[in-house]
């Protein structure tokens, strides 16, 4: 292990135990103690309502809508793509939606934790604004903490909160369906099989992820200053998972939901109609099944477009005089990629969508265990991405010697 990668680990290490304490963290104007009722559930609730306890979706749900703008804006899109200072600007739209999302999402829980009977011994307008505030301020906590891991640690910050949140709830889960064993309340087959599906799951997430396409790419000769340099090969990989999982299965439910929740706000909620399509389109239902998987294997070809891009990787072979052998560059090099991509994406979309369906399938069955909201396929699919993300680092790092150069 080379010195800078173990600087790099400990790092990474303060970094995740300084998160974790600050789970542990309370609002402001939360004091748990005798006045507090409604029993053990309700009072683990409420402790688990940290400073941090909006974690990193309002960020995440920023970044998705301000990818989501990109693609259908052609100047965003340009703008995203033309380089650090272009980047920077898109993360600052970010951060700002992040600032909206953040102070809605937290003033609603703060008034509701106001509204509820012997949950906030001081309910007046001085909680609200002390527990919104403070939510707001962990979300961008995070954030900061994210990019220091990413830029000073190991492995994408983000990945890894979101991988430490996944991986700490399975010891409860473990000890929950261990008592339910003992107890007789279910079967020790179905913990085998459950035990062996997940085994065989993570087997094929790891082979997947790690599975690329490769589309040779020649570069002729060029000359850069005093530079010369030689006629090489090399290849344009091509994920078979290009989409990833949190854009096509967060923006999926979108599709649906934000349509009802409009007609929901001009008929009312007890419209028979409106009933009757929030009872289809529930977790675990044909009706979401269907629709979700369909949502899901369209937007994975259209995230993989995005993110791929055919014209503009065309574009970049011509600019560093590379072509793909036996393809005109230019337009005819960009139909080859994108053939080659969509035809890979055919597969990653058919992988992407039998995750996103693993719990659902349980529910429907009833053959599921009591995992936590959390653990599901796609929980496995962030860490399974994150681990092999985390051994590329370490396999470079450790052939990296001080001066950056390989061994």
């Given amino acids: ?48 309502l940290s400073i941090i306890c909006l974690n990193l979706i309002p960020y ?16 965003l899109n340009s703008l995203a793509r033309s380089g650090e200072r272009g980047r920077r600007r898109i993360a600052r739209y970010t951060l700002i939606l992040t600032l909206l999302i953040a102070s809605f999402q937290a003033y609603g829980i703060a ?29 961008f906590f995070l ?9 000073h640690g ?10 430490v949140n996944i991986i700490v709830s399975l010891p409860s889960d473990i000890a929950g369906i261990a008592s339910l064993l003992q107890s007789g309340a279910i079967s020790s087959g179905l913990v085998l099989g459950h035990i062996a599906f997940w085994i065989a799951t993570v087997t094929i997430m790891v082979v997947v992820e790690s599975a690329r396409r490769n589309v040779r790419v020649d570069f002729a000769g060029r ?37 009802l929740a409009v007609l929901t706000y001009v008929y009312g909620a007890d419209a028979p109609l409106i009933e009757s399509a929030y009872k289809q389109l529930k977790f675990g239902a ?15 070809f259209i995230y993989t477009a995005y993110v791929v891009d055919p014209e503009h990787t065309a574009k970049s072979l011509i600019r560093y005089g590379g072509a793909v052998p036996g393809v005109v560059p230019g337009e005819a090099t960009a139909d080859q ?17 039998s995750v996103l369906l693993i719990p659902e399938v349980f529910e429907l069955y009833g053959i599921g265990l009591p995992y936590s909201m959390i653990i599901n396929g796609g929980a496995a699919l962030i860490v399974v991405c994150t681990v092999l993300d985390l051994r590329k680092q370490v396999r470079d790092l450790s052939l990296t010697n001080a001066g950056d150069e390989r061994r």
């Fill in 1 to 48: 292990m080379t010195r800078e990668l173990a600087r790099r680990i400990a790092f990474t290490i303060g970094a995740l135990l300084l998160f974790r304490f600050g789970t542990h963290v309370l609002l402001p104007g939360l004091r748990p103690g005798d006045w507090l009722t409604g029993g053990p559930a309700a009072i683990g609730a409420i402790t688990r």
């Fill in 60 to 75: 995440l749900s920023a970044a998705i809508l301000v990818q989501l703008v990109a693609m259908a804006w052609g100047r």
């Fill in 111 to 139: 008034t509701a934790l106001r509204d509820i009977p012997n949950v906030v011994p001081n309910p007046d307008g001085g909680f609200v604004l002390t527990a919104t505030v403070s939510m707001v301020g962990g979300v």
């Fill in 143 to 151: 954030v900061w903490l994210s990019e220091l891991i990413t830029r």
């Fill in 154 to 163: 190991i492995g994408n910050g983000i990945a890894l909160i979101l991988s």
């Fill in 223 to 259: 000359k850069i200053g005093d530079r010369v340099l030689p006629a090489r090969s090399a290849v344009l990989p091509i994920k078979i998972n290009s989409a990833g999982y949190l854009v096509p299965t967060t923006v999926a439910p979108w599709l649906w939901f934000l349509p």
């Fill in 286 to 300: 044909p009706l979401h099944m269907i629709l979700g998987s369909a949502a899901v294997f369209v937007l994975a």
């Fill in 337 to 353: 990629i994108d053939r080659v991509a969509s035809l890979t994406t055919v597969v990653g979309a058919v992988y992407l969508t």
